[in-house]
């Protein structure tokens, strides 16, 4: 979301809050015994891939609908 909504400075210090909890949250989760340290680790490597990856997706789909092109199909598609 923070990709999405912020932008500039907003969004650098909104990246800066969000990656303090994350690390605070998988902490916890692995001093409580939730969670193994491989199981978050491997969550704050896939999650920002992911997450830019989307970004980028969604990207693509604001410049095609400011181009005029079609994003989906009309109701009566086959």
Do not use: K
Request: charged share 15%; no cysteine.
């Amino acid at each position: 979301m923070i990709l999405l909504l912020a932008t500039g400075r907003a969004r650098a210090v909104a990246v800066a809050i969000a990656a303090v909890v994350v690390l605070l949250t998988g902490w916890s989760r692995i001093y409580l015994g939730a969670h193994y340290p491989t199981d978050v680790i491997a969550s704050m490597i896939l999650v920002p891939v992911l997450a830019v990856a989307a970004d980028r997706v969604a990207g693509r789909i604001r410049l095609l609908a400011d181009d005029g092109l079609p994003t989906h199909l009309p109701a009566d598609a086959p």
